[in-house]
């Protein structure tokens, strides 16, 4: 399995990261040594997943504290201004503010003092990465128990230690179930446009030994219908008060899905993911994406719409698996 610092660390003044674009075909290290270059990584998803993005939010204020004046209002002033920018740069995965806002909470009275700010960024970073892993593998603990002997789960999207910085959210209850021996299989939708189900999720499980098979988007209706998926486990990019949550683009058809034929479905997601200040779906707001990740196929004059998620209403949702524990609908977050 891959280790957390191998898919993002700081490394001195520079943010090394496993650039996702290049996976499966190659695994590259991409380092970002200005904020600029890490907001572009952001946005061209080398580094992606709701977590995950909480920890480059994390290390990026780090970064622009390393790149920032030393004279104190300037410095204060610069750091603010790039963590800004980046917290920004993707506004679906509430992680990215979190991880933003962790990293500031911790320069709070040392602006003054920009070296001790910079060591007390530094080191906040590591720690929110470091928790953020111990947050999956205790989901991974806490959703395993919710299947039992041959268990033949779907996912959907790339929701593994890609997308969490170590051991993931729906792939660390995968790996759980595996771990003891109750796992017959893993159900990987393609996840279209960008195929992170095919290129990342199977990329995962095929490292790590676990039985799974891809499948195109299209035909786990079928599957469905034919009784062989036992359970839905996805992850999250922001979790409304209510329940409603906001996952890649697809996931509501797999809830959708899972409801009519009586499957569980279910949520897997860390309080960072939790987002109390927006009180349902309706709230969450949904990227939008360029049309040239739909391919070089559609005609030339044919609009296209391409969000990179959608909301799934708490009402599809048997149960949200956090670090705490599991809890089932119906959902009141605020409680």
Not at 118 to 140: M, P
Not at 195 to 203: D, I, K, M, P, S
């Amino acid at each position: 399995m891959l280790t957390p610092t191998d898919i993002i660390r700081l490394d001195g003044g520079t943010i090394v990261l496993l650039d996702q674009t290049r996976l499966p075909q190659a695994r590259v290290e991409r380092r970002c040594g200005t904020v600029p270059e890490l907001i572009d990584a952001i946005r061209v998803l080398a580094i992606r997943g709701a977590p995950a993005l909480g920890v480059a939010g994390a290390m990026g204020v780090s970064l622009a504290a390393e790149q920032a004046p030393s004279a104190p209002a300037a410095f204060r002033r610069a750091v603010t201004a790039d963590a800004a920018q980046i917290a920004a740069a993707r506004p679906t995965a509430v992680n990215l503010a979190v991880g933003v806002r962790h990293a500031l909470e911790a320069a709070a009275g040392q602006w003054d003092d920009p070296p001790a700010a910079r060591a007390a960024l530094a080191a906040a970073a590591r720690a929110f990465h470091a928790d953020e892993v111990r947050r999956c593998e205790q989901i991974g603990v806490h959703g395993a128990a919710l299947f039992g002997e041959g268990a033949r789960i779907c996912t959907i999207c790339n929701a593994g230690a890609l997308a969490t910085g170590g051991y993931g959210t729906a792939l660390g209850v995968i790996r759980s179930v595996h771990a003891a021996g109750r796992l017959d299989g893993v159900i990987v939708p393609e996840t279209r446009p960008l195929l992170q189900g095919a290129r990342l999720t199977a990329w995962e499980l095929g490292q790590d030994g676990i039985p799974h098979r891809v499948v195109p988007d299209g035909a786990v209706a079928g599957l469905f219908a034919r009784g062989a998926i036992d359970g839905v486990v996805v992850g999250a990019d922001r979790i409304a008060a209510n329940g409603d949550t906001a996952n890649k683009v697809g996931t509501y058809a797999l809830a959708v899905l899972a409801h009519h034929h009586g499957v569980p479905f279910h949520v897997a997601a860390p309080w960072t993911t939790i987002d109390l200040e927006t009180p349902d779906g309706a709230a969450i707001p949904i990227e939008e994406r360029g049309r040239d990740e739909l391919g070089d196929t559609v005609p030339s004059g044919s609009p296209v719409w391409n969000p990179a998620f959608d909301v799934t209403p708490a009402a599809l949702i048997d149960s949200i698996i956090t670090e705490s524990g599991c809890m089932r609908a119906p959902f009141d977050l605020r409680a």
